[in-house]
């Protein structure tokens, strides 16, 4: 059953017309497991030639054709060297094709190619053709236009120099990544570069259709009036839809399974006739090697099949008298055998020479008897069951039935009542055949032994998994004191792997199951003394059980950010109590991004404000930031003259412009805190963070950053930012840079963790009152929660889902920590999802160690 399950969408335009299939796309899909697509995977190619040359449309076709033939003809096994040979090889052609053009007359090419071979993908490019593909979370162009980057000053299109037929040498760009379930690919003409932005890319390789981008494409060339366009979108899917995986058992996941089994079952039948094929073609090869041509020489040529004197016919066949004849012989010697003449009384006396007369027997039945003995004919005939119609195959069994009950019922009424004397072989003749008796005892004792070695087979069988599953359990506790003994991080990390193993080994005992009480509470604390143990070496740690609190209500949409009200107890405000019953979250549509709120205890989604609602004279945009202000919540949005701030009056919305906002460039993410009423923003203005004063959000900010302070300190690659009494900037290593009145004052960075910190996209800060406090970092790549210490950077823990459970941390995109009980709640925006989890107790330490704290920063901004 294959893994993955790949769906590609094409798009053409040529002159303004859609075309079903495009002639600049191809796509080579594997035949069977003989063909020889079949080891280095599926190939897309897409080309592009500059329209004004001629023969420009040969040119493309030639440079597909000859990478398909010459990708898969290599004998190399390496996919990456067969695309760069594929290349050059085509660009060859194409150059040696341009020498006898004249100058003005030359055809230039660019070409992306993909390769997709199970769920590796490897792409080659060349310009002006253009790629976009996601690997782990982040999104590459190739190549990246330069509208990408706001510091770059000039959108020119891009420059055609190194196209194929330029040159006789080119070297093309080769990228390799690892397509997940789910993730997609857009190959497209250049054209579409410069109208795609880095939001809109991203959404759409999010979008899981690969006929939803080809569609977008399609209306982005309809509204910029390109002629001839070309796009293809390839999108990578698990077999299984997430119902089916969930529910094996329901109508979807039998129906889709069935599906996969028919699928599997064609692809092994194909794969079977043509393993005969080649097998059947081997050998006639071989034979014909095997088998020399005769020498003409010595041999003598081919005798004509025809004759043109055929011989003569030979005489008939004497097979003697007829059957008739023969009957009619054979009925008159009987006639006179049974004549024979009379003979005188002396011949029975011995006188004279006289033929003996021969005396016959009669040894048929009597009248009495024949009358109640079978016909000669059996009452029922056998007839082999192909012979027999549908009606006769039916009425069988009960015909069967039948017929032994009438046999029954015939050996009752000839049996005499009285047992008649036994009759000695050899002195008589019997017509009747004496039949055994059924040896039923012995049939009784046969059952009998065969169960009793049955059930000592299952005895002996059950003993032994019951050993096997002790040894591993008894392998499994070695495994883990080795872990308790040893004397540095590393060796426990070994044993740890070792450990996990033998419990890998331990589950998938037939034996331990819920069902067996005392291997399955073993199992259960072996589990556990486990996960200590890895929460020791690793500080890795589990939520006990998360809740999820409310879905997304549209379908293919997504939270982006969650807004929890503090827990207080002095407030009477009927308003502002009701405002506190309920936590807030944000949509993540950048194009019709709305604001819901969501009961405490868990509920359906209620949009709270949302575009295009008229709020006195304005009319709210797409939302891009919510927060919690002092006894209220409020919210940014995007509109086409600038960025409007939302608060609550009572029980109505109100507006204010935010001053100078018509000249922000927002790039990726908005981030936006309060702090005692001040407004912080960053990604509004490239590397800095404005402050708008409280109550004067319609004034021009103020640049908080002191420029003269950043000399030394690099912010550029910051995602996000948090304020509690300082400033902190999120880099996506885990480092947070400490600012206080402007300027940098601190670093925190946290300690190294296996595995490592590479790709961390927001954070939540937490504060003890007293200067300490902890940051959680969110990391979607490898599905987890990284608690540090505020002060040292130490890692306190990493938190995850547990594998066996039915939530995955796989769209992991934002964070909220309500610290106002003694065990802090988490809330976590999962994709579709808004999850609330305690905080899990920090693990003990592996061994003791003492780490010199360095005192944070406590000024204010």
């Known amino acids: 059953m294959q893994k993955f399950e790949t769906r590609t969408s094409q798009l053409g335009l040529v002159g303004g017309i859609r075309q079903q299939a495009s002639d600049l796309i191809i796509i080579a899909t594997p035949g069977s497991l003989f063909a020889p697509e079949a080891r280095k995977g599926t190939l ?28 898969y003809e290599d004998s190399t096994v390496s996919i990456t060297a067969a695309l760069r040979r594929a290349v050059s090889a085509a660009n060859k052609e194409i150059y040696q094709q341009n020498i006898a053009q004249p100058a003005g007359k030359r055809a230039t090419v660019g070409v992306t190619v993909a390769a997709l071979k199970d769920d590796d993908l490897f792409v080659a490019q060349v310009q002006p053709a253009q790629a976009y593909v996601i690997n782990g979370g982040e999104l590459r162009a190739m190549p990246a236009h330069p509208s990408w980057d706001p510091a770059h000053v000039s959108a020119a299109p891009f420059m055609r120099g190194g196209a194929m037929g330029a040159s006789l040498f080119i070297e093309p760009e080769l990228y390799r990544c690892t397509l997940r379930p789910n993730q997609a690919a857009i190959l497209c003409s250049s054209d579409f570069a410069p109208l795609l932005a880095r939001d809109e890319t991203d959404a759409l390789l999010h979008t899981r259709d690969a006929d939803a981008v080809a569609e977008r494409l399609h209306e982005l060339a309809l509204q910029h009036d390109l002629g001839d366009a070309h796009a293809l979108a390839i999108e990578l899917r698990p077999p299984l839809s997430p119902a089916a995986e969930r529910e094996p058992l329901s109508p979807a996941g039998v129906s889709e399974r069935g599906r996969l089994a028919a699928r599997s079952l064609r692809g092994w039948l194909s794969t079977l006739t043509g393993e005969a094929a080649l097998i059947a073609r081997r050998r006639r090869t071989e034979a014909a090697e095997a088998s020399p041509p005769p020498d003409p020489m010595r041999t003598m040529p081919e005798q004509p099949r025809h004759s043109a004197s055929p011989p003569s016919r030979p005489a008939p066949i004497n097979i003697g008298e007829g059957l008739g004849e023969r009957y009619a012989r054979s009925q008159q010697e009987r006639e006179r055998a049974n004549t024979s003449p009379e003979l005188p009384p002396s011949a029975y006396l011995g006188e004279g020479t006289y033929p003996t007369p021969s005396r016959r027997i009669d040894l048929g039945d009597g009248p009495s008897l024949a009358a109640q003995a079978r016909p000669y004919r059996s009452r029922y005939e056998m007839r082999p069951f192909v012979d027999l119609s549908w009606g006769e195959r039916l009425a069988l069994p009960f015909n069967r039935i ?35 008796a059924f040896p039923w005892l012995l049939l009784l004792v046969l059952v009998m032994v065969v169960s009793a070695l049955i059930v000592y087979g299952m005895s002996i069988t059950r003993q032994n998994d019951q050993q096997i599953a002790l040894e591993y359990f008894t392998a499994a506790e070695g495994r883990l004191a080795i872990v308790r003994e040893a004397v540095n991080e590393a060796d426990a990390l070994s044993s740890l792997d070792l450990a996990r193993q033998a419990i890998d080994e331990v589950r998938a005992s037939p034996n331990v199951t819920d069902t067996n009480p005392t291997l399955w509470l073993r199992y259960q604390e072996l589990q556990r003394e486990y996960e200590r143990a890895l929460a020791a070496v690793q500080r890795l740690t589990f939520f006990d059980s998360p809740t999820v609190l409310s879905t997304y209500p549209l379908p293919a949409g997504s939270f982006t950010s969650v807004v929890v009200p503090p827990a207080t107890s002095v407030v009477t405000d009927p308003v502002q109590l009701d405002a506190l019953r309920y936590i807030y979250a944000l949509g993540g549509d950048k194009a019709s991004a709305q604001l819901y709120r969501i009961p405490r205890d868990g509920g359906t989604p209620q949009p709270y404000l949302r575009p295009n609602d008229q709020i006195g004279q304005a009319v709210v945009g797409p939302l891009r930031a919510a927060l919690w202000r002092i006894d209220q919540v409020v919210a940014v949005d995007q509109a086409p003259e600038g960025f409007g701030y939302y608060f609550r009056n009572g029980n109505e919305w109100n507006y204010s412009k935010l001053g100078g906002s018509e000249i922000w460039s ?43 302070g950043l000399a030394d300190v690099d912010i550029s690659g910051a995602v996000d930012m948090s304020v509690d009494g300082a400033i902190y900037l999120l880099k996506p290593n885990g480092t947070v840079l400490t600012f206080s009145q402007g300027r940098p004052v601190g670093e925190i960075k946290p300690e190294a963790i296996s595995p490592p910190i590479s790709a961390v996209t927001h954070f939540f800060i937490t504060s003890d009152g007293s200067g300490g406090g902890s940051i959680f970092l969110v990391e979607t790549l490898s599905e ?78």
């Open 784 to 861: 987890r929660i990284i608690q540090m210490d505020k002060v040292t950077g130490k890692v306190v823990q990493q938190i995850k889902v547990r594998p066996d459970g039915d939530l995955r941390l796989d769209k992991l995109d934002g964070i909220f920590v309500d610290n106002s009980s003694a065990r802090p709640t988490l809330y976590l925006v999962n994709g579709d999802q808004i999850i609330r989890a305690e905080l899990p107790a920090p693990p003990r330490p592996f061994r003791d160690q003492s780490a010199a704290p360095t005192p944070a920063p406590t000024a204010g901004p």
């Open 402 to 436: 039948w017929l032994a009950i009438d046999e029954a019922r015939r050996s009752r009424s000839v049996r005499p009542k009285t047992p008649p004397a036994p009759v000695v072989r050899g002195q008589g003749l019997s017509y009747r055949r004496t039949r055994p």
């Open 666 to 708: 927002v790039r990726d993410r908005l981030s936006i805190r309060e702090y005692d009423g001040n407004l912080y923003i960053w990604g509004a203005v490239p590397n800095e963070v404005l402050k708008f004063q409280s109550g004067n959000y319609g004034d021009t900010p103020e640049y908080w950053l002191d420029p003269a």
């Open 44 to 71: 897309y190619i897409l080309v592009e030639a500059d329209a004004a040359a001629p023969r420009s449309q040969q040119a493309c076709q030639l440079a597909a054709r000859t990478i398909r033939r010459v990708f």
